[in-house]
Structures are given as structure tokens and as C-alpha cells.
């Protein structure tokens, strides 16, 4: 599968990443069927978090990949943490113990990438930085990111951080593109011109922290996917017709959408059916025109001024 580095690291990542939310809802030899499945088509880059399935999806993983130091060396394996019941939590104490639960989980003594997962509003910097510059020291992780903050945000972090950040995973899909439609409509006075985020799409690209995408297939806050899904029929028709031109199914257009943009973003599936992890990882060799891509666009309801 083609490759991209990882924010300003010199690690080479799948463009789809695979991710590892569901995979407590398969059974033993599905989970290894379905592992197996990604790397053999050269998605070697899984995604967990220490909340996923309270930690139950890290364990079915290890054991579905048969973890062992040889298999381990042929993976890249990314964890968030900073969720906690009722509450965020960016605290040293809590950073370091939840990376040795997930370290503990998947069976293994560093996980290449920790993001930390949601805003914490009570964030101290110099806690994170101190959290960060052990774990790095220790071994523990290697590189090291966030999820679903905006720049200023980033910025707070960065002012002790002096560890790259190297990702940022974000809400994003065909109709769910509010990053890209504010940019689209700059002082227009409609709904899409309204900045949530600070820009964040421009300055994950100023500043090469690779955007991963997740939720690539829903609509809404997981209220479901849009694909063949009859809410959305002009969306589909266009998909479908996209899809048919260059030979390859709907869902791998919608990542192929994603790939598309040119901040390099590394989607981040939710699926644990092996076929569509398979159309998902086609969309590496899928490039849309600048006329597909808008035509799709449009046909999700966002508007051009």
C-alpha cells in the first residue's frame, strides 16, 4: 500500500489506517481472519484506545496478531488515552498508567504513536510534557500526537511539549466536511462558512501534523453511515457513478475522497468486515479528478459560493 511519512517523523505509514474499535464484537478466529486479512494487503497500521471496549479490544488484538517480538517488529501500533468516566484526564499520573495498561493490553513494550484522545478543559502542559518526556525516555512510546483539538489547543501543548506532534484525528468525511467547507465559503453568510475549529485543516498542513480522519463513513455524531443509506440519494448516485468509472465500490471512493485532498490525511476505518477493510485499502490506488471529488462534494449538499 502506498505510504506517507507521519507528520515531520521519519516514519513510513499506511495511508488507511486500521481501526480497532469493534473488534470485540468478532469471535476469536474472526478477529485473527480479519487481522491477518489488513496486513495482507499491507495495512500494518492499527489504531486503539485504552477505552475501547474498556480495554478488551488492545487484548482481542494482541491475541488475534499472536503477538510475539518478531510480529511485533512488522506492526506500527497506535494508542490514545485521556478518557475517563464522566471526565478527561491529561494528568501525568494518568497518561503514565494508562499507557502501562495499554502496553500491558497488547502485549507489547512501546507503541509507536499515543495521541491523547479528547481535550482535557483542565490540561496542565507541563504535566504532559513531563508525562511525554518519560514515556520517551523510558522507551515506552516513540512518537507521539493528539485527537480532536484545535490549533490553539495544540499550541498550549507545544509551549512545554518539545516532542513533535505528529498527528491529529479528527471527525471527518463527505458529510461530515465543516474543516473544509469553512474554508470553501471564507465571509459568506451560511451555516458552512462558520469556523468550529479554528482552522485546523490549514494548520495541521502549515505545521505537517497528518490529519486521520475517523468516522469516514458517518453522518452526524454516529448516527450511521451514508453510504446506501436512503437519506442520501443524491450522495449515493454520484458515489455509484464514481464508483462504476473506476471499477472499485462505494466504500472505496469515500476514502478515496479523503486521500484526495492534498493534506495527506491517513483515514482511520471502523469496519471488521474484511471485504470492505479490502475496498478500504484499494483507495490508495484510487486518485479523483478535481471534478469527481467536487462533484461528490456538492452532491452531499455542500455548497460553493
Known sequence: MRTIKLGTSNLDVPVVAVGCMRINSLEKKEAEAFVQAALDEGANFFDHADIYGGGQCEE???????MSPTVREKLILQSKCGIRQGQFDFSKEHILSSVDGILKRLNTEYLDVLLLHR??????????????DQLEASGKVRHFGVSNQKPMQIE?????????????QLQLSITNANMISNGVNVNMLIDESVDRDGSILDYCRLHDITIQPWSPFQYGFFEGVFLDNDKFPELNAEINKVAEAHGVSNTTIAIAWLLRHPANMQPVTGTTNIQRIKDCIK???VKLSREEWYGIYRAAGNQLP
Open 60 to 66: 482481542i488484538f494482541a491475541e488475534a496478531v499472536h
Open 119 to 132: 481535550p482535557d478543559a483542565l490540561v496542565e502542559p507541563e504535566e504532559v510534557a513531563e508525562a511525554f
Open 156 to 168: 498550549l501543548l507545544k509551549k512545554h511539549v518539545k516532542q513533535p506532534l505528529v498527528a491529529n
Open 283 to 285: 483507495a490508495s490506488e
